[in-house]
């Protein structure tokens, strides 16, 4: 599908939506309370059947968090960015999408680690680089690292 | 000289058996003493023989891996191997705390014994062996499967759990391949009629049996020695130390000079199932004939028969090692597979016919 | 001195060992869990970290040029590839052209690179099944391929040959002639690698029908590249988003249906093959010019998202970066495509038995620093 | 039929593995495949690729002259913090001062021999040796200073 057939597809479903096509891919923004409907929508509509989830990441934009879903479709060959605002930052949560994919395992506890997101049903969310008792998540911008050495 | 070599042997024997009869007078004590000297003498001929095997197994290795092996302790690495001693001997024994120290302690001393008592029956030349025992053959085969009660024992008083993994799996190959190699020598001993070795190596005077007894006694043969790979523990059916699994399956505890107990073990059993295929298939100590070449024949008989002795236990020898630098390990049950439905049903049709082949005279 | 079954055991009868960190099958640090019923493997659950020395975060204070060096440490086997990808999301932000030499020359050390990664990764298959000679063999082969990279990028393993808008510099005067002479060797040995390993009865019994992964599982776990192609999933990035003038060379997408260890294998021998197709393409061919673009010697990327995936010997890299105009990445994340296969170890292993996990781990050809990262 | 592919399984097995077992028996018969390089003996011989990145050297010519001009381009492009360099003002015949190098710190110990450094020099001051026995006993010996004692930038060197 084109990025026009998709944005009409998905506003079609979910009219709260919002986009952003200045990238390489069509951003889909949307709230991370919304996120779990519209993730089961693009995965399991034929019409989208994204059944490939290459990356799942985080961003730390200081105010708030959003989690970056890369999603491609190998039926229909398109690929789109599905981006998650987690609004919260002291306490970010957002349901796992683990369920749907099984990548999302790994990559979710990847995410917990390094950013301390807390994915709601997510069936083993421990650390998974880092020590169990590892305080703070090195890739959030507030984290202060007193033993390094800077060069 | 091959006759200078075998009475020598035997008047050796004789004369210190005179000689310690007349100087000491208690029976019981002479006997003592002279095994005393027989099991020093044994160790005497094993340490070098498994330096020997060790340097060998190097070699052969690395020439088949495109490489040179050991190459800078002693003129083309000869002396690795004894530095290689030397640094075992200085390395701490450890015992794990929590091990059946006991147990622990013993499992190499029985691996090494029971392999040590094996070499007895072996005939290395004419009235060459240390026991010319009536039943060699069931002898062999009685001592050599006693050797994984020192393995499991090693593994269950490691307290460790690959070593415990590693003694159970050793313990089920050794007891299904210990059939298939009891019917491969089986059909030796029918073809031969006695159990005795000295008997066995004289029925084949006139020709060795793998080329006497025709494709049942090759067939025999080639059991025996895929069989005999697996009962000494060797890759490809090294599973009971599978490296890339068990890290080093029964002995990874242990360190030291008790590991090199381990190690003189595996040697010694390979320089006995070598000897003895050399023995039962290829005629022992006796040279190569053919048929009515008579000066062939002479040449033949002029090379000593410990020479044809080692020689054919070293091209077994070789060729068990070759088995090792080639092929990949087999998995555990593929093992079983394999001496169930293939080693098994084939040396038991194997032995029938050989039975017919004695009964009727077939062979030559 | 306790009973041995008591303490061995955990409270609820589970038998468990570890598997790594130094373990002499485990390719690096990885360490696994593994929770065993007799031989059978139940439960499988890798510790990952051992090795992780934040690449990400390092980058994100290190400038465009300069943090390129850093990947070579990822997956150390296709070093080049991973350079390759950064430099051309680098590119891609700002959007720069690179010259026809430049991106031969990239293509040719990226299947140089390939072709060493998978003569390692044969070696080592051969090596984890116990068999200890294709090891020598396969590094015999792989010395001839990592001599021309030194020749002509400085460094055998990580070596620091992309930069945005090319390469470093150009290629060695050598390097056609020894890269000739260097397939000409490779591909006499084919037979010998299938001589001893891939028509090895034992050999195909340990790995056939070992480990399945089917299509669905292999596209749900992520898993890309020989990992995913054993099991007949289309995703090699050079056919599905042609970078740096791959879709100008021919070449096939290996594709086995197996599913199993024996279908990865046969995929990866089939693609050393496919990568000495295109060398010889190539080889010849390479266009006279510039071996780099022009580029400001402070690179800032215009404010945005960029994605660049490549294919490296074990999959699809992603190379995620997120820029805030500033002379360095404000976020970067690189999709590795050993820590998507690595997910896949426990559902492939569960059932089979600890031999199979050794077979397992060999063909799924992990790389722990790219895991760990 | 069972008996057929009973016996074909078996002579195929065995075909296989008498494949494997020539290859190796070929290598054990040809030792002039050996392919191992005895690495501490044909040191006097062992010749590495020109290209080759040792270390970073900085070449100075018969009068002691090198080509830095202390502008820490290769600072600046050093990712790890390697180079280390620091500056003096000299006073210039006609009177001007200028800036030059007084110690161009190394620490090898860092380094990643990633070329970047070399590549930044815009006046070819650096480049890298083909050395690579670095190994010493103290980390300390690591850090070394590049610019000999005495030595002056060459002529023309801007």
């Known amino acids: 599908m084109t990025n026009e057939e998709i944005k009409s597809a998905v506003t079609a479903l979910f009219p709260t939506v919002t986009f952003d096509e200045t990238g390489e891919f069509l951003n889909i923004l949307i709230d991370s309370k919304d996120l779990r409907p519209l993730i089961k929508a693009l995965r399991y509509n034929n019409e989208f059947d994204c059944d490939f989830l ?51 395992n790994f990559h979710e506890r990847e995410v917990y680690d390094l950013f301390g997101v807390k994915f709601l049903n997510h069936p083993d969310l421990r650390r998974i680089m880092l020590d169990e008792d590892w305080e703070g998540h090195p890739l959030r911008k507030s984290y202060v690292d007193e033993n390094m050495i800077s060069i | 000289m091959s006759l200078f070599l075998e009475i020598s042997f035997s008047a050796m024997a004789n004369g210190l058996h005179n000689w310690l009869a007349g ?15 027989a099991g020093v003498s044994l160790l005497l001929f094993l340490v070098p023989l498994c330096f020997f095997l060790g340097y060998m197994e190097r070699k052969v290795a690395a020439f088949m891996q495109i490489r040179l092996g050991p190459n800078r302790v002693g003129p083309k690495g000869t002396l690795q191997i004894v530095a290689d001693t030397v640094k075992l001997l200085f390395k701490e024994g450890l015992t ?4 059946d120290k006991f147990l622990f302690n013993l499992a190499p001393i029985i691996v090494v014994v029971t392999s040590m008592l094996a070499m007895a029956p072996i005939a290395f030349a004419k009235n060459f062996q240390i026991w010319d025992i009536n039943i060699g053959v069931l002898y ?22 690959y070593s415990l993994l590693g003694a159970m799996r050793s313990g089920a190959q050794i007891v299904s391949y210990e059939l298939s190699v009891g019917l491969s020598l089986i059909s030796i001993v029918i073809l031969t009629g006695s159990l005795r070795m000295s008997d066995i190596v004289a029925s084949q005077a006139d020709g060795w049996w793998i080329i006497k007894g025709h494709i049942p006694v090759i067939i025999s043969f080639v059991i025996f020695l895929i069989a005999s790979t697996a009962e000494i523990n060797r890759a490809p059916f090294d599973l009971a130390e599978a490296e890339q699994e068990l890290t080093a399956g029964f002995h990874t505890e242990y360190s030291g000079m008790k590991f090199a107990m381990f190690l003189l073990a595996e040697y010694i059993n390979l320089f006995i199932v070598s000897a003895i295929a050399a023995t039962l298939f290829l005629g022992g100590w006796m040279p190569f004939h053919l048929g009515n070449w008579s000066f062939f024949n002479n040449v033949m008989d002029y090379i000593p028969g410990s020479l044809w002795f080692m020689g054919k236990t070293f091209l077994i020898i070789f060729i068990i090692m070759q088995f090792r630098w080639t092929f990949p390990r087999l998995r555990v049950d593929q093992l079983l597979t394999l001496e169930w439905k293939y080693l098994l049903p084939i040396s038991m049709v194997n032995v029938i016919i050989v039975t017919m082949m004695a009964i009727f005279g077939w062979h030559l | 001195m306790s009973l041995l079954g008591e303490d061995i055991m955990t409270e609820e009868g589970e038998f468990v060992i570890n598997i790594g960190p130094q373990h002499p099958s485990t390719h690096g640090v990885l360490h696994l869990k593994v929770w065993l019923d007799g031989e059978m493997i139940k439960k499988v659950q890798p510790h990952l970290g051992y090795i992780h020395r934040s690449i990400e975060k390092m980058s994100e204070s290190l400038s465009y040029r300069n943090f390129i060096y850093a990947t070579s440490r990822m997956d150390y086997l296709s070093a080049h590839i991973n350079n390759q990808a950064c430099a051309l999301c680098v590119e891609k932000g700002l959007q720069v052209e690179v010259p026809p030499r430049a991106q ?43 001599a021309i990279m030194e020749e002509s990028c400085g460094a055998r393993l990580t070596q620091n040959y992309c930069v945005p808008g090319g390469v470093m510099y150009d ?6 002639n020894r890269v000739k002479d260097v397939i000409k060797q490779i591909k006499s040995k084919f037979q010998e690698y299938d001589d001893i390993l891939s028509g090895n009865v034992i050999f195909e019994q340990r790995t056939k029908g070992v480990g399945y992964l089917s299509p669905e599982d292999a596209v749900s776990f992520g898993c890309t590249g020989p990992t995913a192609r054993g099991s007949g999933v289309s995703c090699d990035v050079r056919k599905w988003f042609p970078y740096d003038g791959y879709e100008k060379v021919q070449f096939k997408e290996i594709l086995e249906t197996g599913g199993d260890c024996y279908a990865r294998y046969m995929v990866r021998m089939a693609e050393m093959k496919q990568s000495v197709y295109i060398i010889e393409q190539l080889i010849d061919h390479i266009p006279e010019g510039d071996f780099q673009a022009k580029t400001k010697a402070v690179i800032k990327l215009p404010k945005g998202e960029f994605y660049q995936r490549v294919e490296t010997a074990r999959g699809e890299l992603g190379v995620y970066i997120v820029s805030d105009g500033a002379a360095s990445p404000y976020r970067i994340k690189y999709r590795s495509p050993n820590f998507s296969n690595l997910s896949a170890l426990g559902h492939m292993a569960t059932g089979s038995k600890i031999g199979d996990l050794v077979a397992i781990m060999a063909t799924i050809d992990l790389v722990i620093p790219d895991v760990d990262r | ?35 191992t390089e005895e690495y501490p003996d044909n040191r006097a011989t062992l010749q590495m690729f020109d290209r080759f990145k040792g270390e970073v050297v900085m070449p100075h010519d018969d009068n002691n002259e090198h080509r830095c001009t202390g502008c820490q381009a290769c600072e600046i492009a050093c990712p790890n913090g390697t180079i280390k360099i620091i500056t003096k003002q000299e006073l210039q015949p006609d009177g001007k001062k200028k800036k030059a190098i007084d110690t161009f710190v190394y620490h090898l110990e860092l380094c990643t021999m990633c070329n970047l450094c070399v590549v930044a020099c815009p006046s070819d001051a650096i480049v890298m040796a083909q050395t690579f026995e670095h190994s010493v006993y103290d980390k300390k010996q690591l850090k070394k200073v590049l610019n000999k004692p005495g030595s002056k930038i060459m002529e023309g060197v801007e």
């Not at chain 2, 029976?27 to 003493?33: F, R």
């Not at chain 4, 054990?28 to 392919?35: A, G, M, N, R």
Request: aromatic share 12%; hydrophobic share 45%.
């Open chain 3, 171 to 176: 290629i060695h005067p050598n390097f056609q």
């Open chain 3, 104 to 146: 031969i020359i990239r293509i040719l050390m990226a299947e140089l690179t390939r072709l060493s990664s998978h003569q390692l990764w044969w070696g080592c298959t051969g090596l984890d099944l116990g068999a200890v000679t294709p090891f020598f063999y396969a590094f015999r082969e792989r010395e001839a391929v990592l």
């Open chain 4, 1 to 35: 039929m069972f008996l057929k592919e009973y016996f074909g399984t078996i002579f195929r097995s065995v075909r296989s593995l008498l494949k494997g077992m020539k290859l190796t028996g070929y290598y054990f018969t040809h030792p002039k495949e050996i392919h």
């Open chain 2, 23 to 37: 100087s000491i007078s208690n029976a019981t004590l002479v006997s003592v003493t002279e095994m005393a000297i």
């Open chain 2, 140 to 161: 062999v085969s009685a001592i050599s499967s006693l050797a994984v009660i020192g393995i499991l024992m090693a593994g269950w008083s490691s307290y460790n759990k």
């Open chain 2, 96 to 99: 794990p705390n929590a091990s």
């Open chain 1, 54 to 104: 290459f990356c799942l990441t985080c961003i730390d934009w200081k105010t708030h968090l959003t989690m970056v879903y890369h999603l491609l479709s190998k039926k229909h060959k398109h690929a789109f960015v599905v981006k998650a605002k987690i609004a919260d930052i002291n306490n970010p949560e957002i349901e796992t999408v683990s369920d749907i994919w099984q990548t999302a």
